[in-house]
């Protein structure tokens, strides 16, 4: 077996699992904002389009995906973020994955180099777990950056001593961020990419809920979007991920993309076609339809406002807690510990939060998701509401004893 299995923590949700099975909820409905797997109705004709493509799986799909798929994923991150038609084709800067999960995986196996002296894979902290668990199959050493309400959540490239960079060689960002939803700002990416210049690596910006946002006039910018305003319409150094699954609800369907910098990308062509996670046919044609049509994805935003306008004003009487700026996470400040929060609130309301402690890591001192819960506002909004409800109780309870 691979020897930096035994190096792996295990995942968040086997943690809840594990607190979940020494608790009894209480006798209440289950309302579930652990997960953040999206409910709202996966849009017809996203179905409609695999279904008629069906009689295709008896065919081989290639890893470099459809031509269609291709110049609809092309052609969607073009508007989307502004770039220069000629700077990005569907020929040399697009690939499909299986979902943004795989993608994010496969890309450190890809780059890091074993051969170089103790090579580091830099993430932000609180993260995806995925970014530590790439980073250690891959025989690097993650090192963590933690982001913090002091620093508006955002990494402290700055802080970084120059040895670690010297030996990094990936270093992955996320904007709107799980699960703090915070956007990054054109500084920080410029400070990214001054990095990345002087020490030779490569940026990977986890971009899966650059679709769920705030303010409709206002959409968060990306990593390539940042490039082309710098004058970098190369994107050298430069990948990010998408996925259809928050932006369409559609995360069964296993569909995103990877795109940028042409030559990463060539080779990661390679590494893939031994990695076998060519998309079906039936999901190419599937994820073609959705990337082709804005009118579900407004709509979907619009869905989530109105989550936080329901439940904010509730919560906001108990806890210490801000609307995002993206995504559709909370990330409350608790008067408690964020373990023992979750269990009593499963134990008192039926409400399933995951602790904060499970998304992040000790480093520099603290954990920064000490005190702190995830809420996902994936249910219905009335399910939504109730929770908030009960987590009012819950703390308002715990307050007076």
Not at 45 to 60: C, D, E, G, S, V
Not at 87 to 112: D, K, N, Y
Not at 187 to 202: K, P, S, T
Request: with cysteine.
């Amino acid at each position: 077996m691979h020897d930096a299995l035994s190096r792996l923590q295990p995942y968040p949700f086997e943690k809840l699992a594990q607190l979940k099975a020494a608790v009894r909820p209480a006798p209440k409905s289950a309302i579930d904002l652990s997960i953040g797997e999206p409910q709202h109705e996966t849009p017809p004709f996203i179905l409609q389009a695999m279904t008629r493509h069906l009689p295709k799986m008896a065919k081989y799909p290639t890893t470099r995906g459809s031509d269609e798929l291709r110049t609809a994923l092309a052609r969607w991150l073009r508007q989307r973020f502004k770039l220069p038609t000629h700077t990005l084709t569907a020929e040399r800067h697009v690939l499909p994955v299986s979902g943004t999960r795989e993608g994010l995986f496969a890309i450190a196996q890809c780059v890091v180099d074993r051969t170089r002296a103790a090579p580091v894979v830099v993430m932000p902290n609180p993260f995806y777990q995925i970014y530590e668990g790439a980073a250690l199959l891959a025989g690097a050493t993650p090192c963590f950056l933690n982001c913090t309400a002091a620093n508006q959540y955002t990494p402290d490239l700055k802080s970084v001593p120059e040895g670690i960079w010297q030996r990094c060689q990936l270093l992955y960002l996320c904007s709107p961020g799980n699960p703090t939803g915070n956007v990054l700002n054109r500084a920080l990416y410029e400070q990214a990419f001054a990095l990345a210049d002087q020490f030779d690596f490569i940026i990977a910006a986890d971009e899966c809920y650059s679709e769920i946002y705030q303010r409709e006039e206002k959409p968060p910018a990306g990593l390539l979007q940042i490039a082309a305003q710098a004058g970098r319409t190369d994107y050298r150094r430069c990948i990010v991920f998408h996925s259809l699954s928050k932006r369409s609800s559609v995360p069964g369907l296993r569909s995103g993309f990877v795109a940028g910098d042409a030559d990463l990308l060539e080779k990661f062509l390679r590494y893939r076609t031994y990695h076998g996670c060519a998309l079906p046919l039936p999901t190419q044609h599937a994820s073609c339809a959705a990337w082709s049509d804005e009118a579900h994805v407004i709509e979907n935003r619009r869905l989530y406002r109105q989550k936080y306008d329901a439940v904010l004003p509730i919560l906001k009487s108990a806890l210490k807690v801000e609307r995002p700026e993206g995504g559709f996470y909370l990330w409350p400040e608790l008067p408690m510990d964020d373990v023992a929060f979750a269990s009593g609130l499963l134990t008192q309301q039926n409400v399933t939060v995951l602790p904060g402690t499970y998304l992040a890591r000790e480093a520099h001192g603290m954990n920064p998701g000490a005190r702190r819960v995830r809420m996902a506002l994936v249910p219905p909004l009335a399910q939504c509401v109730e929770a908030a409800h009960r987590i009012k109780e819950f703390v308002e309870t715990a307050g007076r004893k």
